[in-house]
């Protein structure tokens, strides 16, 4: 079988490219150029060259440019953080990427993303990864069934652990390398930085009000800040003071204390359903609003054909405008969708 490898240089899609190889599949390995500076290509191609495939390099500079960090300077414009890394996944790394595959004659695309695929002769499962704590079954919550049908993740039943362990057997170089940054294309994590100097963002600065409409303090411009951020506010209080809401068409950064970035409500938009539910009636799921955030019991109710109203069972911190919320039935990722704001109305 002939599977193309999306590889980033790194352990996790070095030692997918090695298994399917050595299961005596015909391996390709692919790597996007996301970035003019970035280091990718380089190192992936070392890692093919150990392996002895081939490998090829698709310049993604320009569709990445807009379809990703546009979208992601925009939306902090409007006061909202966005999840990048999900968006890349439904459009580009099993969209675009998938599409070049596929004209390399590729049967299936192959990544090292810990998370589980399961197939019978009615749909594909998406299914947490083995190891709880490198799961990454919440970026893949916005793919669909048609997508799903043509991937797979080898590591998604290793640990980490044992990932690298089977790397440094194999003799990869990439066995020791350190974690990757969370977002790609954000090098030194100057989320602020990278807004005004690449998107052109102003960082006009604005008022910090509490809750009542009382001046606390002055921002540094809104693209700074985010729903439950403590750092950074620069006003001295009795307590600590967390940012709870961003209004964009004022300018304004609303501040108070801990207790007031808790939320049990919240709407959602852009839902993807990658296994049939019901939307006809109320129905139970885990509910995950953060990658890094426990999973929570909720009821979802459908408002119309792409907003739902989502009501925990226990508050929950930093519901986010922007972010991904990833539903589950036990193990299985149902769907997904974007977190459009806190509360039970539009």
């Keep these: 079988m002939k599977i193309a490898i999306a590889m980033s240089g790194g352990v996790d899609s070095s030692t997918t490219a090695a298994l399917l190889k050595e299961e005596g599949h015909e391996v390709i390995g692919m790597t996007m150029q996301l970035m003019p500076h970035h280091n990718a ?3 992936a ?3 093919a060259a150990r392996l002895g495939i081939p490998h090829h390099i698709i310049d993604f500079q320009d569709i990445f440019a807009r379809t990703i960090i546009d979208n992601f300077c925009r939306e902090y414009s409007r006061g909202r953080t966005p999840n990048p890394c999900v968006l890349c996944n439904k459009l580009i790394k ?9 004209e390399l004659g590729a049967e299936f695309i192959a990544t090292g993303h810990y998370a589980v695929i399961e197939r019978n002769e009615e749909e594909v499962l998406l299914k947490k990864g083995a190891d709880a704590k490198k799961d990454q079954s919440y970026f893949l919550c916005q793919l669909t069934q048609k997508q799903l049908s043509h991937v797979l993740f080898p590591i998604g039943g290793l640990t980490k652990t ?5 790397a440094r057997d194999m003799g990869l170089p990439a066995h020791s390398r350190p974690e990757s940054q969370e977002i790609c294309f954000i090098t030194d994590n100057d989320y602020a930085g990278f807004l005004k100097t690449y998107g052109k963002q102003s960082s006009l600065p604005g008022p910090i009000l509490d809750e009542k409409g009382n001046i606390l303090g002055e921002h540094h411009g809104i693209t700074s800040y985010t729903i439950g951020q403590r750092h950074g506010l620069g006003i001295a209080n009795a307590e600590p003071l967390y940012v709870t809401a961003i209004l964009p068409d004022t300018n304004t950064v609303i501040a108070g204390p801990k207790a007031q970035t808790y939320g049990m ?3 959602a938009g ?6 049939p539910v019901n939307l006809n009636h109320p129905f139970k799921v885990k509910a995950k609003i953060r990658y890094r955030h426990p999973e929570a019991e909720a009821v979802v109710t459908q408002l119309d054909n792409d907003t739902v109203y989502v009501k925990f069972s226990a508050p929950q911190n930093a519901i986010t405008p922007g972010q991904t919320i990833a539903f589950y039935d036990g193990d299985t990722v149902t769907g997904g969708g974007i977190i459009i704001k806190q509360g039970s109305k539009l």
């Design 162 to 166: 044992r990932v690298r362990q089977i």
């Design 270 to 275: 852009g839902l993807n359903w990658i296994t």
């Design 45 to 47: 191609q070392k890692a």
């Design 94 to 102: 099993f969209g675009a990427l998938w599409e070049k595959a596929a």
């Design 265 to 267: 409500e919240l709407v």
């Design 41 to 43: 290509p380089e190192d």
